[in-house]
T-cell receptor, first 115, second 112 residues
Framework: GAGVSQSPRYKVAKRGQDVALRCDPI?????LFWYQQALGQGPEFLTY????????KSGLPSDRFFAERPEGSVSTLKIQRTQQEDSAVYLC?????????????FGPGTRLTVT | QQQVKQSPQSLIVQKGGISIINCAYE??????FPWYQQFPGKGPALLIA?????SEKKEGRFTISFNKSAKQFSLHIMDSQPGDSATYFC???????????FGSGTKLNVKP
């Protein structure tokens, strides 16, 4: 009965480097969400997948952010040319059902620090 | 525009007391209101959730009160314990939305 797992748990990147953050959702969960949580703030939506289809990417802050879920299970959030303002905890959540009105199970997050 | 406003930012309660956290929303399309608990270094974990067809939902020491006309909902933690010390987030969503809108969080400290 594994929950949502994320790796790495911590990532330090120099400004300008590319990073890739991985999310393993709960097996069988249709929906997968990425959120960004700045220090002392609530999570903010980045993007949503239903199976392999990215149905909403309205929260991605710039075209440096890219997410994929090619086989409808594992997802990767990629940030190109990282900037200091990208420093945050990146949370992944999965849900058994479709859109947003169902329980979302969160992973422990990846803390990204850009120096 | 912040979709969900949460208060207070921080709260100190004595052991055995009642902790109350409030949230307000604007979008009347919201129809699902969860509360999440987050410990340092962990992801948010669902505590309790309510839909607007009821005015109150209780699970153990945790109660959500919901006021549809005022567009407000609150979390009450009865008999607060030091182990309840965490950050609490309210959120709102709808079947038609693909995301949760979270409040800014309340850091609760329950003193022994």
């Amino acid at each position: 009965g594994a929950g949502v797992s994320q790796s790495p748990r911590y990532k330090v990147a120099k400004r300008g480097q590319d990073v890739a953050l991985r999310c393993d959702p709960i097996s069988g969960h249709v929906s997968l969400f990425w959120y960004q949580q700045a220090l002392g703030q609530g999570p903010e939506f980045l993007t949503y997948f239903q199976n392999e289809a990215q149905l909403d990417k309205s929260g991605l802050p710039s075209d440096r952010f890219f997410a994929e879920r090619p086989e409808g299970s594992v997802s990767t959030l990629k940030i190109q040319r990282t900037q200091q303002e990208d420093s945050a905890v990146y949370l992944c959540a999965s849900s058994l059902e479709g859109p947003g009105a169902y329980e979302q199970y969160f992973g422990p997050g990846t803390r990204l620090t850009v120096t | 525009q912040q979709q969900v406003k949460q208060s207070p930012q921080s709260l100190i309660v004595q052991k055995g007391g009642i902790s109350i956290i409030n949230c307000a929303y604007e979008n009347t399309a919201f129809d699902y209101f969860p509360w999440y608990q987050q410990f340092p270094g962990k992801g948010p974990a669902l505590l309790i959730a309510i839909r607007p067809d009821v005015s109150e939902k209780k699970e153990g020491r945790f109660t959500i009160s919901f006021n549809k006309s005022a567009k407000q909902f609150s979390l009450h933690i009865m008999d607060s314990q030091p182990g309840d010390s965490a950050t609490y987030f309210c959120a709102a969503s709808s079947y038609n939305f693909n995301k949760f809108y979270f409040g800014s969080g309340t850091k609760l400290n329950v003193k022994p």
